[in-house]
């Protein structure tokens, strides 16, 4: 099944460079605390990007890693920023001012000319993956100074920075994985190892996230360096959690991680007090409130704060869940959810806000070290509440019609051939070659040059997505990411709502007509493209709950079965076969 997706962007590497110049500079202006770490932390996200992207750019001109004097000056720089980050936590955040003078004027003398392109480092800005837990595990490895510490780009470079200032070593050198996902290899110089290869108390770690399904970056790299005379013992690795790579694993692969020694530190280790303010004293400077009351609710453990029996809670998809917490204190409650750090958490709040003040979506109180905080609202959902369909048509039409107008982007998303592949391949896989060929003449027959002005979608259309109030109005949940998910899709035309709320609803013909009728009030739309995204749309979530229902347990594997027979049934419908 298709789902997964990379959407790279492409930047000017001058401009990236003065934004982070810029929020370097205003970081002097904030006092010490919470708010003051956090910058911090996002100006070390942008700058990893920043140098990530140089670093690649050079790689794509080359063909090999070779350790030039700009990638050099880009893990100084880096590491200075770490040991930033590292004195603001061991401090308890009470350190105040501003970044030292010598590493802005480094950043200054930075090349930045051309563009660079940067793909989302998705534990940064997805998986609440804190840079500060490099630091912690670093501190508890047992290694010191005496270690070559390599980054695997993109995420990698930046955290292998942390490690690196963690234990006083020297800046990281990195690497960037090619070919195969499943079976990356590594192009890089001897001359990278020169001056660590023949000293024997050297030890090597190696720095990234994951392992993912395949663990393959970072076996490339542990092969690269036992190909160079590295014995494997003196390797260690940092990855960011403490299971091993998955299901498409090979073998040799498992192996090779489980003969080195990982290095692994929790969130709640590094936050829990000892050493810095953890979440519940963020939110109660956030919330005014001294005493607040903090439960996780990842995973699907949300629905457990739900007015309603286990039997009819909502289907949910866990490993693909932002971490989340629910706070109360004062006799009120509040959804805690990652939102990303630097940039990323101020644009989910930007949006956040918004959407409350249009009347759709619940109110934000503002962001704790990535994490946005909202007002809990207990009432029904629309999946139990029900709402008479002239009233919902009309309220998402209003909806549909707002983001439309107001959330345009730039930003990419799939490509039309991309999301008919992806259908198509979907289709055949869950109802065999007959239909997927009978979906691909369905494209052949509807050809579109393009996709539409791009948004940002809200991408969850389903009926439990939606909150019923009393006053019998709706209020969408949910609603501020999904369209920078780590998913195919990204940001499309508002048609792609459409095309959900047609699936999601069961709208007929004459309910869409007048659902785009109210969405025409505010943009025009391109009635075709909605029939075109829709078996998209429906062989994605037929893929994404597929895979949902292999990862969960058994009343969610229910859950998402019947859920995919709806796709199913929806996609033979559509192909009269």
Known sequence: MIVFGDHKRTHSAEQLREAVLAAAGAIGDLPAGIERHAALVGLFVAASELFQGLADGEFDIKGIDSGSSMQKLGSEILVELSQEVLRSWQQGFARSGSPAASLLAKLGATDCAGTITTG???????????????????????????????????????????????????????????????????????????????????????????????????????????????????????????????????????????????????????????????????????????DVELHEISGGAWRQCLSVPTGAWPPAFPAFERRKFMASAGGERWLIKFAGFGESGDRKLRTAKALHEAGFGAQPIGLCHGFLVERWIDTDRLDRGGLARDLLIEWLGRYLGWRAARLQTAEPGASLNQLARMAVQNCEEALGERFARALQSWFVCRPLLHSGRRVEVDGRMHAWEFLVRPDGTLLKTDAVDHCRSHDLIGCQGIEWDIAGARAEHDLSAAEVSTLVGCIEQATSIDRALVDYFEPCYLAFQLGLWRIAGHLADDQDRARATRIVERYKAGLVRLLGC
Request: net charge negative; glycine share 10%; with cysteine.
């Open 120 to 290: 989302p480092a998705e534990g940064y800005a997805l998986y609440a993956l804190y840079p500060e837990t490099y630091l912690l595990a670093a501190l508890q490895s047992g290694l010191d100074a005496n270690t070559c510490v390599i980054g695997i780009r993109s995420i990698g470079l930046g955290l292998a920075a942390m490690v690196a200032a963690a234990l006083h070593a020297p800046p990281p050198i990195s690497v960037r994985p090619i070919g195969h996902p499943f079976s990356r290899h590594i192009s890089a110089a001897p001359e990278l190892l020169d001056s660590w290869r023949d000293r024997p108390e050297v030890k090597f770690a190696i720095v990234d996230e994951g392992p993912g399904l395949s663990g393959s970056s970072f076996h490339a790299v542990i092969a690269w360096l036992c190909r160079h005379g590295i014995d494997q013992e003196r390797i260690h690795l940092f990855p960011s959690h403490h299971g091993g790579p998955g299901a498409q694993a090979a073998a040799e692969t498992v192996a090779a991680l489980s003969q080195c020694q990982s290095h692994v530190a929790d969130f709640e280790d590094v936050f829990d007090g000892a050493i810095a303010p953890g979440p519940r004293d963020w939110l109660g400077c956030l919330l005014g409130e001294a």
